[in-house]
């Protein structure tokens, strides 16, 4: 009795092992063959998928579920993160081969570039992707880094403070605003180092910093807390917000513009070569970039296609990132000349 109590034992066991490997989804797996119907069916048998993105928690959101309408069989899970932390993970799970993500948004172009020939990321295939709209020949890099968004930032203002508003960067040398202006730490991020690098392009060079340094202006870590002391009236002026619709919604006395030349950094999708629900994956990463989606995630940013309410520029005329001051030996020269400019 004990020998054919533990044979049965073993041969539990056994089961139990096969149908966690067969239906865990540990090991990745491509997408099925076929036309994008049995990529849906597929994707709605696997159940779930993982997005990791950079972008505003609200606006994720948005997405969670405006996608789970769309697709209710399919349980999105959301990480948000910013980039350093989630290419981190990306990289390790493509290293090990045992994915948690599926999907991931960033802006590191610089990553995307050192990723090129690698696997970490699988090429796209849904037929979003091939709207006219869309314009896949620009908006897909490598086959496999397909762009979803921008974040824009420009100038906020208190209308309290200031009522006739803010039309243009070169407005904040006005001397009634010294001490009144608030800016962000050219050190905090590269995504900051390119928006210094655009002031100087369109506005003056260095000599247009050195001006608005002389205005005496608080810094701030980032361009949220920044939007936050424009809307409560610790600045007048913020000089890197993002729209601020939130506060505006809220009732807060502000208002904002992109300027004259609009600048932004280009969110981009990838379907990981690591995931463990290869069907879904390129499911979501084709919502993404229909009317529905970014419906949810691009009001108060840029969106891929016309005619999204609430997007405040259009994703596919941002231009790419100047990687001479965000990457490497530039950056570091960049950023030592500027917080000397600004300390």
């Given at each position: 009795?004990?020998?054919?109590?533990?044979?049965?034992?073993?041969?539990?066991?056994?089961?139990?092992?096969?149908?966690?490997?067969?239906?865990?989804?540990?090991?990745?797996?491509?997408?099925?063959?076929?036309?994008?119907?049995n990529?849906?069916?597929?994707?709605?048998?696997?159940g779930?998928?993982?997005?990791?993105?950079?972008?505003?928690?609200?606006r994720?959101?948005?997405l969670e579920?405006?996608?789970?309408?769309?697709?209710?069989?399919?349980?999105?899970?959301?990480?948000?993160?910013?980039?350093?932390?989630?290419?981190?993970?990306?990289?390790?799970?493509?290293?090990?081969?045992?994915?948690?993500?599926?999907?991931?948004?960033?802006?590191?172009?610089?990553?995307?570039?050192?990723?090129?020939?690698?696997?970490?990321?699988?090429s796209?295939?849904?037929?979003?992707?091939?709207?006219?709209?869309?314009?896949?020949?620009?908006?897909?890099?490598?086959?496999?880094?397909?762009?979803?968004?921008?974040?824009i930032?420009?100038?906020?203002?208190?209308?309290?403070?200031?009522?006739?508003?803010?039309?243009?960067?070169?407005?904040?040398?006005?001397?009634?605003?010294?001490?009144?202006?608030?800016?962000?730490?050219?050190?905090?991020?590269?995504?900051?180092?390119?928006?210094?690098?655009?002031?100087?392009?369109?506005?003056?060079?260095?000599?247009?910093?050195?001006?608005?340094?002389?205005?005496?202006?608080?810094?701030?870590?980032?361009?949220?807390p920044?939007?936050?002391?424009?809307?409560?009236?610790?600045?007048?002026?913020?000089?890197?917000?993002?729209?601020m619709?939130?506060?505006?919604?809220?009732?807060?006395?502000?208002?904002?513009?992109?300027?004259?030349?609009v600048?932004?950094?280009?969110?981009?999708?990838?379907?990981?070569g690591?995931?463990?629900?290869?069907?879904?994956?390129?499911?979501?990463?084709?919502?993404?970039?229909?009317?529905?989606?970014?419906?949810?995630?691009?009001p108060?940013?840029?969106?891929?296609?016309?005619?999204?309410?609430?997007?405040?520029?259009?994703?596919?005329?941002?231009?790419?990132?100047?990687?001479?001051?965000?990457?490497?030996?530039?950056?570091?020269?960049?950023?030592?000349?500027?917080?000397?400019?600004?300390?």
């Amino acid at each position: 009795m004990r020998t054919r109590r533990l044979v049965g034992a073993l041969a539990a066991a056994t089961l139990a092992l096969t149908v966690a490997a067969c239906g865990g989804g540990s090991e990745p797996s491509g997408p099925v063959d076929g036309p994008w119907e049995n990529v849906v069916e597929a994707a709605k048998k696997e159940g779930k998928v993982t997005l990791y993105s950079t972008q505003a928690a609200p606006r994720l959101a948005d997405l969670e579920k405006a996608f789970e309408k769309e697709y209710p069989e399919i349980d999105l899970e959301v990480v948000r993160g910013v980039d350093a932390d989630l290419l981190s993970k990306i990289d390790a799970e493509s290293r090990s081969g045992k994915g948690i993500g599926d999907v991931a948004v960033i802006t590191d172009v610089s990553w995307m570039k050192a990723n090129a020939d690698n696997d970490v990321a699988v090429s796209v295939v849904g037929p979003a992707f091939d709207a006219p709209d869309y314009n896949r020949a620009t908006s897909i890099v490598d086959d496999r880094f397909f762009l979803e968004g921008a974040v824009i930032l420009g100038l906020g203002w208190n209308t309290k403070a200031v009522p006739g508003g803010i039309k243009d960067p070169r407005d904040l040398l006005d001397p009634s605003l010294k001490g009144k202006i608030g800016i962000v730490n050219p050190a905090t991020s590269p995504t900051y180092l390119d928006y210094y690098a655009h002031l100087e392009k369109y506005y003056g060079g260095e000599d247009f910093i050195k001006k608005l340094a002389a205005q005496n202006p608080r810094i701030y870590p980032s361009n949220q807390p920044l939007g936050q002391a424009v809307a409560s009236g610790e600045v007048s002026v913020g000089l890197m917000t993002d729209p601020m619709l939130q506060a505006k919604n809220s009732g807060a006395p502000v208002d904002w513009t992109a300027g004259p030349h609009v600048w932004g950094a280009k969110w981009y999708g990838l379907v990981l070569g690591s995931s463990p629900h290869p069907n879904a994956a390129q499911v979501l990463a084709d919502f993404m970039v229909t009317p529905a989606g970014q419906a949810a995630t691009t009001p108060g940013y840029a969106s891929v296609l016309p005619g999204i309410e609430g997007s405040v520029a259009d994703a596919q005329k941002v231009a790419d990132q100047n990687l001479d001051v965000t990457t490497g030996q530039g950056a570091q020269k960049y950023r030592s000349e500027l917080e000397q400019i600004l300390r």
